[in-house]
């Protein structure tokens, strides 16, 4: 067998990273609104708590992507 072209403790990056993570973060953003929705929570908290998590989560993503790409291009 042959060595993998990458180490093994990094996962694959899909060709649209920056993409993909933000429609990731929408959707669990909108199944916090749904959740809260469902359990008689407040609409108007989960919207704020899924705004806060979707901005923060996709600027995590975000950031961690650039890092990466701009270590593999050294």
Request: overall charge positive.
């Amino acid at each position: 067998m042959s060595e993998p072209d990458r180490p093994l403790d990094r996962p694959l990056v899909t060709k649209h990273p920056y993409r993909d993570s933000l429609l990731l973060n929408l959707v669990l953003a909108g199944l916090i609104i749904l959740i809260s929705w469902a359990t008689g929570g407040g609409l108007g908290r989960a919207v704020v708590f899924a705004t806060l998590y979707f901005v923060l989560a996709t600027a995590w993503s975000w950031w961690r992507f650039s890092k990466r790409l701009a270590e593999e291009q050294q």
